[in-house]
């Protein structure tokens, strides 16, 4: 049984006092840990604080991390940096970092075997434009951005690894994938990984769906099997959303 995982990326937004008044009014609500990962992943600024006050149900994520562990490397944030402050898990490889801040498959390779290193859980973002899918290469691109990211990745490196499926074209668009076409690739996800690994590999890891995952649609998609969470952006800033998000994952 895989524990169900839900991840707010709060992207640019909220500042000091917003963050701090969300933690308040989530951190007594979120269901236990034991049934379900709850996550938030915030900007660099309000980590430390968030962190303070998870209580014991919440974990605090970030959105990014450098791949060295220190240098001249002018507003980057290194993986020792973020554990040094007990922050939980790193989102890497997002397509908005992917997009407008050049990161590459070579780029997020390094980041994942940094992440490990300090005992961060990456959450790893895959997913295809809608060029990409309309053309019938959604699977092709999705092996091939495995193939790069994952590269010299051990299997126990890859059993505590989370996946987020995020077709490019479903995200803060307002359009979600169907929970069969999410699920399907989700589906070839975990095939995928059985291949470069091995079956119980496949079987351990968590997928997380997202794009567009909301209220309205969250139930459907945790039904699928091959969906085990979300990576929620939008509908993770409001509180009480946040909170029976979290609830609608426990299945
Ligand atoms: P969205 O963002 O839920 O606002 O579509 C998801 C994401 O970018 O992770």
């Known amino acids: 049984m895989r524990k169900p995982i839900i991840a707010g990326n709060w992207k640019m937004f909220k500042t000091r006092d917003e963050a701090l008044q969300f933690v308040y009014s989530v951190v007594n609500k979120v269901p236990d840990i034991n049934k379900v990962d709850s996550v938030i992943c915030a ?3 309000v980590l430390r604080c968030l962190v303070k006050r998870q209580g014991s149900n919440l974990r605090i994520g970030a959105q990014n991390m450098h791949y060295e562990d220190e240098g001249a490397f002018t507003g980057e944030v290194s993986a020792s940096m973020l554990r040094s402050i007990n922050v939980s898990y790193v989102i890497i490889g997002h397509s908005e970092r992917r997009a407008m801040f050049n990161e590459t498959d070579e780029t997020i390779n390094r980041k994942l075997h940094k992440a490990f290193e300090n005992e961060l859980i990456p959450i790893l973002c895959v997913g295809e434009s809608l060029t990409e899918r309309e053309s019938g290469q959604t699977e092709q691109i999705i092996g091939r951005q495995l193939d790069l990211d994952l590269d010299g990745l051990s299997k126990d490196q890859i059993k505590n690894l989370v996946i987020a499926y995020e077709p490019i074209w479903a995200i803060g668009t307002g359009k979600t994938a169907s929970s069969a076409t999410a699920n399907e690739t989700c589906g070839f996800i975990r ?4 291949q470069m690994y091995d079956d119980e590999t496949a079987a351990t890891i968590r997928i997380q769906y997202g794009g567009s995952v909301k209220l309205n649609n969250i139930d459907e998609l945790m039904n699928m099997p091959h ?25």
């Open 191 to 194: 095939q995928y990984i059985g």
């Open 227 to 251: 969906i085990d969470g979300a990576l929620i952006g939008g509908a993770s800033l409001n509180s009480d959303d946040f909170v029976e998000l979290v609830k609608a994952a426990i299945k």
């Open 43 to 45: 900007q660099f600024t």
